[in-house]
């Protein structure tokens, strides 16, 4: 059973518009939330990040919304760049529980 | 700084053999996980050690898997009779104390034909 949904599992976006990726989880015990960008042959890095008292965090480009009623969050990335194509991870933990991750999302930009 | 360093990067190994991953995680990271990402799944986690003590064993997929820390330091991932539903590429994140964002390393690839 899926504790961390990334509905969709890959994502085309223009250079210079939007980019939404939509997570959805389910234990309502999930306090942090973050966001990690895996290359191809890398480890993930860390995005961005939003704790559970607060609906919106922004770094740069990217924003992180999180709306704990629907238990949806989402990252936005405007404008998009070529080099914003990788795969995203939606994870989510509290405090008795290791990082659960989604399936991810691959991002291509195209230019 | 060092970030978190895995060897062997590839590991191609046949049915049957046992094999070793290790971990080192960045230097003073208290935390130390272990996932693995099989092909089209998302990561799935493992294990985990705060310290040299894993109080969260419940990601072990089975009897096969087992893993240790020594010194707070270097941890290895050992499969046993490893199967070909072993195939993955098994990453180690490593974390301060107190902090929630993991750093990963760049993961051990492993084939098992």
């Known amino acids: 059973d899926q504790q961390v949904k990334q509905n969709s599992p890959s994502l085309s976006v223009q250079e210079g518009r939007i980019s939404i990726l939509n997570c959805d989880y389910t234990?309502?015990?999930?306090?942090?939330f973050l966001w990690y960008k895996k290359y191809p042959a890398e480890g993930p890095t860390f995005l961005i990040s939003i704790s559970s008292i607060k609906d919106k965090n922004e770094d740069g480009r990217f924003t992180v919304f999180l709306n704990k009623s629907a238990k949806h969050l989402s990252l936005h990335i405007v404008p998009s760049q070529p080099g914003d194509s990788a795969v995203y991870f939606c994870a989510a933990s509290a405090i008795t529980t290791p990082l659960v991750f989604g399936k991810g999302t691959r991002l291509s930009v195209i230019a | 700084g060092a970030g978190v360093s895995q060897s062997p990067s590839n590991k191609v190994t046949e049915k049957g053999k046992d094999v070793e991953l290790r971990c080192d995680p960045i230097s003073g990271h208290t935390a130390l996980y272990w996932y693995r990402q099989s092909l089209g799944q998302g990561l799935e986690f493992l294990i985990y050690f705060q310290g040299n003590s894993a109080p969260d064993k419940s990601g072990l997929p089975s009897d096969r898997f087992s893993a240790e820390r020594t010194g707070g330091s270097v941890s290895t991932l050992t499969i046993q009779r490893t199967q070909q539903e072993d195939s993955a590429v098994y990453l180690c994140?490593?974390?301060?104390?107190?902090?929630?964002?993991?750093?990963f390393g760049p993961g051990t690839r492993l084939t098992v034909l």
């Open positions: 994140a490593s974390s301060p104390l107190g902090g929630n964002e993991q750093f």
């Open positions: 234990n309502s015990m999930f306090d942090y």
